[in-house]
């Protein structure tokens, strides 16, 4: 009897700790199943970007996003995009929040005001530049720190509309053409289209083409090296009261009709919906703008007077914020963005003309008629184009809201050219 209770006993008790070690060899399993998981959610990653743009940029570079990917599994993204109009108020309640996207697209007039502060990463490894043009490059710099990779190269110009200015049967304007011939197109022009149209469109309260014409005068910039302003009083009140006679004349349109435009909207750009024969526009634009209308615009340079008036400039540029999770994923996403064949082929010259020289060798024999114009233009402005001197960190307030306000008073009549001079002098104390 004893040896049977004994027998009994050890079944028991091995069946005991056969039930333990199958329970343990479970938990094993789940734990390395939930750390398996676990892993793979960590090494997921959402990369919040934001642009600006027309809908074929738009286009373009959520096709690109999709393509990085699928190479890229683990990566996806949260796109933000917008118009120029509002983007810059977007970021700015962003970044005051640290809660500015992971990639940033940058434009050179407020990379200085961004750097600045902290609030971009710093770029200088991570990102394969070697194909760049150094010059290029060294645009995306604030304090020799590399804050921003250049997209594409490009140049402020005119847009015209072709098509209706061969109908008219004027003189079309011309590469190289002066301030003088500008104005006198628009008055050419002006007695063709009839009292309903106008012909070119009001710089009155455009910080960035008012610059073009002091450049053009042998002016010099309008900030000086240690971050003054040299607004210079007889060229500013020369170009505000040109644009009040051209007013007056019905040359550009009436303040209430100026106020309206709205760049690269199909109803309501000025030019694209007929307004206005001309525009401002920059050669990175080219398909943008033959996508509207195909065939019907060309580009040409700004007027001069003693010098040439157009610049040279990176187009775009991405960064990354410096309160970012994700700064080596972004860096790695934007070394791929400029130097992968495939991107490449998919973004084209919706950003420019590409940075990288091999991408350009391999895209040229494919770049279509649009690509083409912004090229040409960008082409025609590099023998003589001045150096682009974005304003110093500070003043981006008064460039593209306080400068832009001003002149739409003078627009509207509410003020004199001379007034308009003396209170953009009293602002700028502000920014000093």
């Known amino acids: 009897m004893k040896i049977n209770v004994m027998k009994s006993l050890t079944v028991l008790l091995s069946a005991i700790m056969l039930l333990t070690a199958a329970a343990c060899s479970g938990n094993d399993k789940n734990t390395t199943a939930e750390s398996t998981e676990q892993a793979a959610e960590a090494s997921q990653v959402k990369l919040r970007i934001l642009w600006w743009g027309s809908q074929s940029r738009h286009d373009a570079t959520l096709k690109a996003l999709d393509l990085y990917t699928q190479k890229n599994p683990n990566v996806t993204f949260e796109p933000e995009f917008s118009g120029w109009d509002g983007y810059w108020d977007k970021l700015a309640t962003q970044s005051a929040a640290k809660n500015a996207p992971d990639i940033i697209q ?16 710093d770029l200088s490894t991570g990102v394969a530049t070697g194909d760049i043009d150094a010059a290029l490059l060294n645009t995306g710099k604030y304090q020799d720190k590399l804050y921003a990779i250049p997209l594409g190269n490009n140049a402020i110009g005119m847009a015209y509309n072709k098509e209706a200015v061969e109908k008219l049967g004027i003189t079309k304007p011309a590469n190289g053409w002066t301030w003088d011939q500008f104005f006198a197109f628009g008055k050419e022009a002006k007695a063709k289209v009839g009292s309903d149209k106008y012909v070119l469109p009001d710089l009155s309260a455009a910080f960035g083409q008012y610059v073009n014409y002091q450049l053009s005068k042998g002016l010099g910039q309008v900030f000086t090296d240690d971050g003054k302003l040299n607004l210079d009083k007889d060229s500013y009140l020369e170009f505000e009261r040109k644009f009040a006679e051209l007013r007056k004349e019905g040359i550009v349109p009436p303040g209430e009709v100026s106020v309206t435009d709205k760049e690269l909207d199909p109803q309501l750009d000025l030019m694209v919906n007929g307004t206005t024969l001309v525009r401002i526009v920059h050669a990175a634009q080219a398909n943008s703008f033959d996508s509207l209308k195909p065939g019907v615009f060309d580009f040409v340079t700004i007027p001069k007077n003693e010098q040439a008036g157009g610049w040279l400039k990176p187009s775009m540029f991405w960064s990354a914020s410096a ?10 996403f934007i070394d791929w963005f400029i130097n992968d064949p495939e991107a490449a082929e998919i973004l084209g010259t919706s950003r420019g003309v590409p940075v990288s020289s091999k991408i350009v060798e391999s895209l040229t024999p494919k770049f279509n008629a649009p690509d083409k114009m912004g090229i040409s233009l960008i082409t025609n402005t590099a023998p003589d184009a001045q150096l682009y001197v974005p304003e110093p960190k500070g003043w981006s307030n008064f460039t593209q809201k306080d400068f832009k306000a001003v002149g739409e008073k003078i627009m509207f009549g509410e003020i004199t050219p001379e007034q308009a001079y003396e209170e953009l002098a009293v602002l700028a104390k502000d920014y000093e």
């Open 106 to 121: 940058m434009d050179a007039s407020y990379l200085a005001e961004y750097a600045g502060r902290n609030q971009l990463a």
């Open 323 to 332: 309160n970012s999770e994700h700064v080596e994923e972004a860096k790695k």
